[in-house]
């Protein structure tokens, strides 16, 4: 499991700032109308042992691919909208409700042959109580699909990004899936799809697919409790639909991102839920607008599972906004540099799991006492010699024996947290010997940085590190930054 921050927190945030660079993307599939009636329950029916719901008001808003498009437009991206409804009033309340949030529907054909799906929910005290689903589950006709894929072709080539938001409704059930995907695969668009029902062969080509644990498993028939199973289920999926990835998702279990020779956990986001409805739509909105702002998949993963977290706190089927993304990714920034902070058995494990997927742990050690510019600078020079860096930082004790009784200024739970707030820094662990030579053995870092005012002769754990093929670093200095010469400073 991955606990890791993003990869790239600066270009996450910028592309943030800037509405994910107000990108097209297309998105075809099951549109649908969501219907609310919310009201109080306070006695049960002397007709029948049912509640009765004393109505106080009734709300719409735009459900199945509709609620997609909703999400990528409240991400700041153009959406061009494509599906299919009925010819009734239900069209026309959904159409208004797209035109309300900038969404193109011009592809949106009428089918007098079917309703709108429309699906209503009945809450009473915030609960839902009832849902009551107007629909027609079949596939499209073959005049009706061509005349809904010249409608869309011509919007592929201002496209960035094809999302198939397949609510098994029929628009996606016939030949359209397949057509669309060969049709943007040739175009260079990735295509990400929502999945849904039994045959999955349909998204043959695409880039990346999202099933939810129950889903996958129904495919491949494993219990959907072994996830071990279904991890190895879904490496298998991906390599026989000629997948780029496969994002499972497995509700409060968090995302596993399965790719060619690598499968990352992402830990579910710690949230209190009222409704999962929609969570799925703002998953897989969240990475076309990460992807298509060109963000590592990885970092775009992280980002949509923020997304999904903050969409199951809401009642109803919802939409994320840029503003609620940026506060979930400073509440998990907090969490995470909490995180970095760790006793020596479980930085042990940290860093034999760094070290197992190749990356470089570089390690150094000191008081920080009033963290200053020098020891920044020196932190992210000295991670640049690998691709986690480990902060052996002086107990209180240790520093009393080192500077004298005056100090640390500043304790230890404190100098830690500080530390734990660099980017530069992927973990923090106290110790309160003399020097760190047995927490350097404990580790065994393949990268030992001191500063350069030391000798090679002089850095305790040096001779260690080379012992095992690691090597010493000596990184230059910020020069006339110190901790002792601020303390004079401020006693003059």
């Known amino acids: 499991m991955s606990n890791s921050p993003f990869h790239a927190p600066e270009q996450v945030l910028a592309a943030l700032h800037a509405g994910f660079g107000g990108v097209r ?23 029948a042992p049912v509640p009765v719901l004393h109505l106080a008001r009734e709300s719409e808003s735009a459900g199945g691919a509709a ?36 969404a193109d529907t011009s592809a949106v054909l009428a089918d007098p042959s079917r309703p709108t799906t429309t699906k209503t929910r009945v809450l009473g005290n915030h609960q839902q109580m009832l849902r009551i689903d107007a629909e027609r589950l079949a596939p499209l006709s073959a005049e009706l699909e061509d005349r809904l894929y010249a409608l869309i072709e011509p919007q592929l080539h201002q496209a960035k ?50 099933p939810n644990r129950d889903e996958l498993a129904r495919v491949v028939g494993v219990d959907p409790a072994d996830l071990d199973q279904l991890s190895a289920s879904a490496e ?24 060619p020779g690598a499968r990352t956990r992402l830990p579910a986001v710690a949230r209190e839920v009222f409704d999962v409805s929609g ?26 599972n923020l997304a999904a977290g903050v969409v199951v706190a809401k009642v109803g089927t919802a939409a994320v906004s840029l503003g609620e993304l940026e506060h979930a990714i400073s509440d998990q920034a907090a969490l995470e540099q909490a995180a970095k902070l760790c006793g020596l058995a479980e930085l042990q494990a940290r860093v034999r799991a760094w070290q197992a997927r190749g990356e470089r742990v570089v390690f150094t050690n000191g008081c920080f006492d009033l963290l200053h510019a020098g020891h920044v600078t020196y932190l992210e020079r000295a991670r640049r010699y690998g691709q986690r860096l480990v902060i052996g930082l002086n107990s209180d004790r240790s520093v009393r024996a080192l500077k004298g009784p005056e100090r640390p200024l500043i304790g230890e739970q404190d100098r830690a947290r500080v530390l734990a707030a660099l980017a530069a820094v992927d973990a923090v662990v106290l110790f309160d010997e003399d020097t760190p030579l047995a927490l350097i053995e404990a580790l065994r ?26 090597e010493l670093v000596l990184v230059p200095l910020l020069e006339a930054r110190s901790t002792s010469d601020i303390i004079r400073r401020m006693q003059r």
């Open 25 to 47: 993307v297309l998105v075809v599939g099951d549109l649908m109308l969501d219907r609310y009636l919310w009201g109080q329950v306070g006695r049960i029916s002397p007709e």
């Open 67 to 102: 609620n997609v498009a909703r999400n990528l437009i409240g991400l700041g991206l153009e959406v061009s909208l494509a599906g299919i409804t009925g010819a009734d009033e239900d069209r026309q309340r959904l159409l208004r409700l797209l035109a309300e949030v900038g």
């Open 161 to 210: 990004v094809l999302l198939l938001s397949d609510y098994a409704k029929g628009v996606l059930f016939g030949g359209l899936c397949g057509r669309l995907i060969e049709a943007a695969r040739a175009l260079g668009l990735p295509v990400l799809v929502d999945p849904k029902g039994r045959d999955f062969s349909r998204y043959l080509g695409a880039s990346l697919v999202t």
């Open 236 to 259: 298998r999926m991906r390599a026989d639909l000629g997948l780029e990835r496969l994002v499972l998702t497995l509700g409060e279990l968090g995302l596993l991102v399965v790719e």
């Open 279 to 304: 969570a799925g739509d703002t998953l897989i909105a969240t990475l076309a607008a990460g992807l298509a702002a060109g963000l590592d998949p990885i970092d775009s993963a992280r980002l949509a």
């Open 445 to 470: 870092p393949d990268v030992l940085a001191k500063g350069a005012d030391y000798r090679p002769e002089q850095v305790v754990g040096a001779e260690q590190v080379r012992g095992w093929g690691g």
